[in-house]
Structures are given as C-alpha cells and as structure tokens.
C-alpha cells in the first residue's frame, strides 16, 4: 500500500498543526520511519491517530522532551494496528454499546445519539480487512453511521459548538493550512470531530 501525495501532505500538516509550526518530517529518519509504515501496510488515518495520541499525552508531561520525531510515534502506531486487528477478530459481538457509560450528559441520556453510537461500533467492529471484497463499501457506511453520530454530538454542544470551531479554525491557520482545499477539509473533519468527541467525553478512536 503506498501512501498518496495527499496523505503525506496530511501527515506534515497534522505534524505542524500538533506541533504549533514546528518543522519536523524533513529529516532522513523521519522519511525511512515513512517508508516503515508504507512497507507494512499501516493506513495513514492511524499514523495520525497515534500522532494525536502522542502529542495528547506529552501535552500531560511536566517535562515533555524538547526533540520528537515521527519514530516516537512508532509503539502508539504499533499499539493501534494491534486494537484494529483485535476489533476485527472480535466481530459484531462487540457493538454492544461498549464505553458509552463513560458520555456525559445531557448526550449520554440522548436515545437517538446512544442508537447511532451502537449502529456505528458495530459496523467498526465488523469491517472487513481491506483486501476484502465489499470492504470500500463496508467503510463507506461506517463513516456515515461515524457522522450521523457526530452530527447529534455536535447538536448537543448548543451555542458552544461556534466558539469551538472558531479556536480550531485558529489552529488550523496556524499550522499554515488554506482554507478551501483538499487538505483543509480532510484535516478540518478530523479535528472538529474530535474536539466534539472530547467534549462529551466519546471515544471514537482506536
């Protein structure tokens, strides 16, 4: 599986958005760490979703290590690869509503969001490897059950939700994103959806 242009751009633009505009993924190492992943097969929406989970938890450190490179991101990669594939030998045995406890109210005692939330794990948990027939198909429904949840979180945040965009659309500009494009977009979805699942304290990722 070789990454396209666009998910390498995504890559050094989630870098700079997480790492306030630092420059990083010019280095020999961080492009051999590239390749690694390339190699085997890792999809690109992991390597960022462990991008996110380091940064997330060096934010927590008293002391974070002034120098990071993409090959810190390699056990939170590993480790997500691992979760992937436990979900997929799990099967639909594990829609069951797993970690939904953990929501805050007033989302938590919404019956449409707790519905969509189920309809949503379910099919993650029953996606096929990617080689699969039917599997484009499969992720297709997964991510629309994955926005019709979003869309009731984010209806939940009442008139919150604008100051929020407003501070991402902040960040995003600083880490040197146009507004309009691909790009923006793709990286725009990503975040708003996770400012959203955090405000409710909703798990949606590996």
């Known amino acids: 599986m070789a990454y396209t242009r666009e998910e390498k751009d995504w890559l050094e633009r989630e870098w700079a958005f997480r790492a306030w505009g630092r420059a990083g993924l010019l280095g020999s190492e961080d492009y051999r760490q590239v390749l690694a992943w390339e190699a085997s097969g890792v999809p690109m929406d992991v390597v960022v979703s462990a ?33 992937r594939e436990a979900l997929l030998r799990a099967g639909p045995a594990l829609g069951d509503g797993r970690g ?30 990617p080689d699969a027939p039917g599997y484009l198909e499969h ?34 500009r600083a880490s040197d994103m146009k507004e309009g494009t691909l790009l923006w977009t793709r990286a725009w979805n990503h975040h708003w959806a996770r400012v959203v699942a955090r405000a409710w304290d909703l798990s949606l990722e590996d």
Do not use: I, Y
């Open 51 to 83: 991008l996110n989970t380091f940064f997330d938890r060096r934010a927590k450190r008293e002391k974070p290590r002034t120098f990071v490179a993409l090959k810190h991101l390699d056990g939170d990669v590993a480790k997500a690869m691992k979760v």
């Open 139 to 172: 992720h297709d429904r997964e991510r629309e059950a994955r926005a019709a949840l979003l869309v009731r979180a984010e209806a939940a945040l009442g008139t919150e939700a604008e100051a929020m965009k407003a501070a991402l659309q902040d960040r995003l």
């Open 100 to 129: 939904w406890e953990r929501v805050k109210a007033p989302l938590r005692d919404d019956p449409e969001a707790r519905a969509a939330f189920d309809a949503w794990l379910r099919l993650r948990a029953a996606s096929p490897p």
